[in-house]
């Protein structure tokens, strides 16, 4: 039954006024009558024609699928499969109409190499002139007109979303450009940048940039160092196209879209130009009134306006499609950056955007129950020892309880407690970078972050904890309290002695020593070192001057002592008596 009306060739699917979609896969007879709605005899009776007998509840082949509905007058859809190949996402997009697309191009490069400064030259020059003044609307993605073709440039922070991808294997750029400074030459942030088009497997095209600052000796230099890192040149004989241009004055610019056009024809890209839209998510924000809104890169298929959706863990349907002209737009075709809005809940950038059946997001949403909604900002945390918190709850209830329970903890500690942001959702790439500069802890309650923002966490050195019981969260808020409360304990090494004598009185074994520096004290520790080699360590049981039992022996006096299961003594071995003090932390 599950498959009953998942296949509901609905308008809602991205259809539109043509042929209605069917997206294939194998099903029974009767789920097929029940899509194609006509009845399951007349199917049976059109199977029965072809020389297939079968009953209602037959599971009928892809094939066999396939002929019903092209007989019904479908138009038939493979369903986007989305398989892992060595870490590495590949979405497959068989079926339907195939047109030729733009390519999507990345800058990528060293910080200060220029690639905004390159970007915005491009738009500025480039982005034909809509009504009144070209492009309104940050979308994360732009489209730009040259003389041979269009290309689709992925704005900022179009390097940190590649970044992200290569970390998810996602691969949304077809070439990139890697800027290099001229004055610079290669910095750590190209190499990465380098690295990571490799792992995507994402051509490179080299901007070298601030051309106008440098001479000819100069950009030879840079042009060496990139064969250095195996960019071959390709008037060297290698593969790699390297324009010298200026992204300030605007110099080579022209050559460099030329050569990207170049290398796309190479590519060959295509993209399915009927059926559902695919396409992956390119940055999302919280709009005041809309709710979460998304910006799209769509590679394949078709995306209107009342269609349903998943990305990542959102579902929704579109209410919204706004171009980069900030005009409305009832449907979009691949290639064409937009901003959607119509989700019940965040996805991430980098995730798959995918148009679904109103049966699948029926489905989605009834296995799910949580919706969560907006982050709210709560002041900022003034006193610098207190402990700086960020929640991200998995819905909203959790998220009220625990900032409620949290805002008592902190009354109780005299407020060394400080929320700076209570939200509903997956721990982000962004939640990190606020909370590293906010030098905040981040509380995951039932929300666990992705790998790539672990990894963020890391770099950044933002601690991100991750709960599933209140109670486990707020005990583990104040154990970290008392611990940045409560001084630090540390082994200082209190004095020094040597042994003189080895005694063994039945069977304890005594080292009698001489102290020569410092103390000896009741309660310290000692370490045996012979020759300069640590022997063993142990907690003094007692400690003695002349017989009588002392709680500290000075430095110029004898002792002897029994260190708890400690008995390997030689004499003129140096012991260190160690004692455990209390430093107040800062
Ligand atoms: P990004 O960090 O890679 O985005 O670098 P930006 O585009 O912000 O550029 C960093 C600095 O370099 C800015 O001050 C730019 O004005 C400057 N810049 C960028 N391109 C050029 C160029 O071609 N020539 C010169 N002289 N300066 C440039």
Redesign the pocket.
């Known amino acids: 039954m599950a498959m009953k009306n998942s296949n509901e060739p609905s308008s809602a699917a991205g259809m539109g006024q043509d042929k209605a979609i069917f997206i294939l896969k194998p099903m029974t007879v009767g789920a097929f009558a029940d899509v194609a709605k006509v009845s399951a005899g007349e199917v049976i009776l059109f199977l029965l024609r072809k020389g297939i007998s079968c009953s209602r509840n037959q599971l009928l082949q892809e094939g066999v699928v396939a002929d019903l509905a092209r007989h019904y007058g479908f138009e038939v859809v493979k369903s986007p499969k989305i398989s892992r190949d060595q870490d590495e996402l590949v979405i497959e997009h068989e079926g339907g109409a195939q047109e030729s697309r733009s390519p999507i191009v990345v800058v990528v ?1 060293h ?8 970007l915005d030259y491009i738009r500025k020059t480039r982005v034909a002139q809509k009504e009144k003044g070209g492009i309104t609307q940050h979308l994360g993605a732009y489209r730009v007109t040259t003389g041979r073709g269009d290309i689709v440039f992925l704005d900022t922070p179009g390097h940190e979303a590649f970044m992200r991808m290569r970390e998810r294997g996602l691969k949304v750029a077809d070439l990139a450009i890697l ?1 290099v400074a001229a004055d610079d030459g290669i910095m750590p942030q190209t190499l990465e940048a380098l690295n990571a088009a490799k792992a995507a497997n994402v051509p490179i095209i080299v901007a070298l ?2 051309v ?2 440098v001479d000819q000796k100069r950009i030879d230099m840079v042009k060496q160092q990139l064969a250095k890192y195996g960019l071959s040149l390709d008037e060297w004989g290698g593969d790699v196209i390297c324009v010298p ?5 605007g110099t080579g610019v022209d050559k460099l879209l030329e050569m990207v056009h170049l290398q796309a024809e190479m590519l060959e890209l295509k993209a399915r130009v009927t059926g559902p839209g695919i396409g992956y998510v390119l940055e999302t924000k919280l709009e005041k009134g809309r709710g979460t809104v998304a910006t799209l890169i769509l590679q394949h298929g078709i995306v209107r306006v009342g269609d349903f959706f998943v990305a990542g863990v959102a579902t929704g349907k579109i209410n919204v499609i706004m171009d980069s002209f900030g005009v409305l737009i009832k449907e979009v075709m691949p290639g064409n950056p937009v901003q959607i809005a119509g989700f019940d809940e965040m996805p991430q950038a980098g995730d798959i955007f995918r148009v679904i059946t109103a049966a699948e997001y029926k489905e989605r949403k009834s296995n799910r129950g949580k919706f969560p909604e907006l982050t709210s900002f709560l002041p900022q945390a003034e006193d610098k020892n207190a402990l700086v918190i960020m929640l991200k709850a998995d819905t909203d209830s959790s998220k009220d309880a625990l900032t409620k329970a949290i805002e008592k903890l902190a009354g109780q500690e005299k407020e060394t407690i400080n929320i700076i942001q209570a939200g509903v959702g997956a721990i982000t790439e962004s939640d990190v970078a606020f909370a590293a500069t906010a030098h905040a802890t981040i509380y995951g309650f039932g929300v666990k972050p992705e790998a790539y923002v672990q990894l963020e966490a890391k770099r950044l050195n933002v601690p991100v904890f991750s709960f599933y019981v209140i109670y486990h969260l707020l005990d583990d808020i104040k154990e970290r309290i008392e611990k940045a409360r409560k001084p630090e304990v540390v082994s200082k090494k209190v004095g020094e002695a040597v042994v003189r004598k080895v005694f063994d009185i039945k069977g304890e074994i005594i080292a009698g020593c001489y102290v020569k520096t410092g103390k000896f004290v009741r309660d310290g520790k000692v370490v045996v070192l012979r020759d300069g080699r640590k022997i063993g360590e142990a907690k003094i049981k007692t400690l003695q001057r002349e017989r009588r039992s002392m709680k500290e022996v000075a430095a110029g006096y004898e002792c002897a002592f029994i260190a708890e299961g400690l008995s390997d003594f030689q004499i003129e071995d140096t012991i260190e008596c160690y004692q455990e003090v209390e430093v107040p932390k800062e």
Request: aromatic share 0%.
């Open positions: 490069g910080v200060d190499h220029g690639k905004t400064t390159l800027m940039n601030k106008d600052k241009i200026s992204a300030k004055e």
